[in-house]
Structure formats: structure tokens, C-alpha cells
């Protein structure tokens, strides 16, 4: 079984902090829009700022980092997942595909427009640029269980993303391409439906870049969630006790943000790339890990590595993970995010 390939820079989440006085730093004042305008599913994450130490008890190794306000959801389950299959199915031409956007060339930002006639024309070019036809798309590989077959689990798991007891479970075998596909569904699927309720689009949904992960994680941190430990019940009635090291998206205990399983459950895909040379020691490279590439189908796979966050029922995270863009595991899933921005006045936070 091939491993994922850890970095020598061990993360400790819990040597971070977000003010001493428990505070963020440049929570916005006026709250009243984000509750009113939160999508569906998500959770409102103010704008603020947090420390963290890359390598721990190495202060030399303390980097801060400020993050804009935005929207996250609970893990993507199997249920939310298969839904999304089923759009894929019943709109054939209408098959997503990421395409390279020259935002700069964008002369005005569709989530500023407030007109309902600025709605229209940007969500007609918008259809043009998400809805292009792909061929062969593969959005779940359901063999990564294979490897786990000497487990004593694995009869229950085979049929792990097609069984309706497993519904509101994480989705795993998903590969960074395709959750990044699954973005652009919830993008769309969110303005189809603002546009038809008169309202304002979202910005797009995306994977969340690792900075917005970590405060999520960091800042939302109650104390270490606890496993479901007793015996679970199924959605069918079926009943275990300690068999499954995977659990319900929605369990356990939620952080201080309302999210649950940020650091357990299944590791989870970010939009960062990793690069060696933006991951070395303390004392001879750069810690910031903001690094972003869309690798192409031809490039090396050196391009296509993504950061992964957070532990899983496989294996406890001990530093920053990676996997290939292409690949799938039965340890890693998915959320998503949307950056947070005040209707009508163009003032992002």
C-alpha cells in the first residue's frame, strides 16, 4: 500500500493561538448580513487573524497569518456527493470542467453587480464558463477500499458510498480534481437558486486554501472532539460497537464556528500545492505555505502534489500531508468554502 508522503515539518496545531484575550482580530462590527446571507449548509467564519508555530517549541518558526471572512461547510457526504453524480448524469452536455479564468481581465466582478439586469448578463457569460463538456469524467473511484481487505471492516465498507446507511458519512475516494469539479456544481447550484429567489450571487465555492483551514481549526478549537466510541446505529438499524473508525459528518462535538470534524474523521483536501522549496526547516526556507498551481494533465507529477489537513481514522497527522491532484484514498475527503462579502456596497471582508 502506497503511504502519502509526509514532510519533515511537523504542524502543531495546538501551539497556535488567536489573541491571548480569546479574541479575533478585525471581527467585523455589523453581523447582521452574514446570518441572512449564509449559504446553505455553511457556516459564517469571521475575518480575523491567527499564530501558529510551523515546527513546535521552535518560535523562530511562529508565522501569523490574517484570513477574510468567509463561509465553510461540514464535510461532503455520500449522500451530497451522489446527488452531484446524478446532476452529471442527467445534464450530459452540460458536464463540468475547470477552465484557467483571467480574473484581471474581468472588468467587473459578477458579485458586485446588483442589478437584476447585471445578474442576467453575468450569469449567461458564468454558464459559458463552467458548463463546458468534458468526456470520461471518473468522479469517484470506489475501489480505494480494495487495499483494506485483510481489515475486518471491510464487508461493511465495499459498499461504503452506495449504501443508504452511509449517507450523511464523509465521501472519500474522491481525487482533488474532482472535488474541485464538485465546487463548481455547488457553485452553480447555489446561483441557479439565488437567481431564481431574486437574490445576489456567492461568490464561487471553492476547496479552502489552507490559511482559512487552519483558523477554522485553530480558532474554532474546544478541546479535542471525541470519537464515537459506543455503539453506533445505522440509518437501516444496523448496529456496531467500535468497528467503524469512520462516523456521521455531523457528530461529536462541534468547535466554536458550529463545524464538526475538522481535525478527525477523514484528512481533507486544500487548494494549496506543495513545492519542497516552500516547506524547509525553519532556518533555511520559507514557512509560508501560500502556493497555488493548477497543474495540467502533461505536467510532472512533482506539479500535481495538494495539501491535505487534519487527521484521520487511517492515520493521525503529524505533519503537512500531501497526495497527488489525480489520486483518491479511503482516508481523504473533502468541504468547501465561499469567501464572505457584504451585499450591495462591494466591501469584501
Not at 489573541?19 to 478585525?26: E, I, R
Not at 461540514?74 to 451530497?80: G, I, L, R
Request: some cysteine; proline content about 5%.
Amino acid at each position: 500500500m502506497k503511504k502519502i508522503l509526509v514532510i519533515i515539518i511537523l504542524f502543531a496545531f495546538y501551539n497556535a493561538n488567536c489573541q491571548k484575550d480569546k479574541t479575533l482580530v478585525g471581527v467585523p462590527e455589523n453581523k447582521s448580513n452574514h446570518k441572512k446571507n449564509t449559504p446553505e449548509g455553511m457556516t459564517f467564519i469571521p475575518m480575523g487573524s491567527y499564530s501558529i508555530l510551523r515546527v513546535p517549541g521552535d518560535s523562530t518558526s511562529k508565522v501569523t497569518k490574517s484570513v477574510q471572512a468567509f463561509y465553510m461547510s461540514q464535510e461532503v457526504t455520500n449522500k451530497e456527493y451522489r446527488q452531484y453524480m446524478d446532476w452529471l448524469k442527467s445534464h450530459p452536455d452540460d458536464t463540468l470542467s475547470w477552465v484557467y479564468i483571467d480574473h484581471k481581465a474581468m472588468t467587473k466582478p459578477y458579485e458586485n453587480d446588483t442589478t437584476t439586469e447585471g445578474w442576467k448578463s453575468r450569469r449567461q457569460s458564468r454558464i459559458k464558463i463552467i458548463n463546458v463538456l468534458t468526456k470520461d469524467i471518473k468522479p469517484i473511484d470506489l475501489s480505494v477500499w480494495d487495499e483494506f481487505k485483510d481489515d475486518n471492516c471491510y464487508e461493511l465498507y465495499k459498499n461504503y458510498f452506495t449504501d443508504p446507511a452511509f449517507d450523511n458519512f464523509p465521501v472519500v475516494g474522491v481525487s482533488w480534481e474532482n472535488a474541485r469539479l464538485f465546487c463548481q456544481w455547488k457553485t452553480k447550484m447555489l446561483n441557479d437558486k439565488a437567481l431564481a429567489d431574486g437574490k445576489e450571487y456567492y461568490n464561487d465555492v471553492r476547496l479552502p486554501a489552507i490559511e482559512e483551514w487552519e483558523y477554522a481549526s485553530v480558532c474554532g478549537f474546544t478541546g479535542k472532539d471525541k470519537n464515537i466510541k459506543k455503539q453506533i446505529t445505522l440509518k437501516d438499524g444496523r448496529e456496531y460497537l467500535n468497528q467503524i473508525p469512520l462516523f456521521p459528518s455531523v457528530s461529536s462535538k462541534k468547535n466554536l464556528y458550529g463545524l464538526y470534524n475538522l481535525n478527525q474523521n477523514v484528512a481533507e483536501w486544500t487548494s494549496n500545492s506543495y513545492d519542497e522549496s516552500a516547506y524547509l526547516s525553519s532556518y533555511g526556507g520559507d514557512l509560508s505555505p501560500d502556493y497555488f498551481y493548477e497543474a495540467k494533465p502533461g505536467d510532472p507529477p512533482a506539479l500535481k502534489r495538494k495539501l491535505v489537513m487534519g487527521d484521520s481514522w487511517f492515520k493521525k497527522n503529524e505533519g503537512l500531508q500531501f497526495e497527488y491532484q489525480d489520486k483518491a484514498r479511503a482516508f481523504i475527503g473533502f468541504r468547501y468554502v465561499t469567501t464572505y462579502y457584504v451585499p450591495g456596497n462591494n466591501i469584501y471582508y
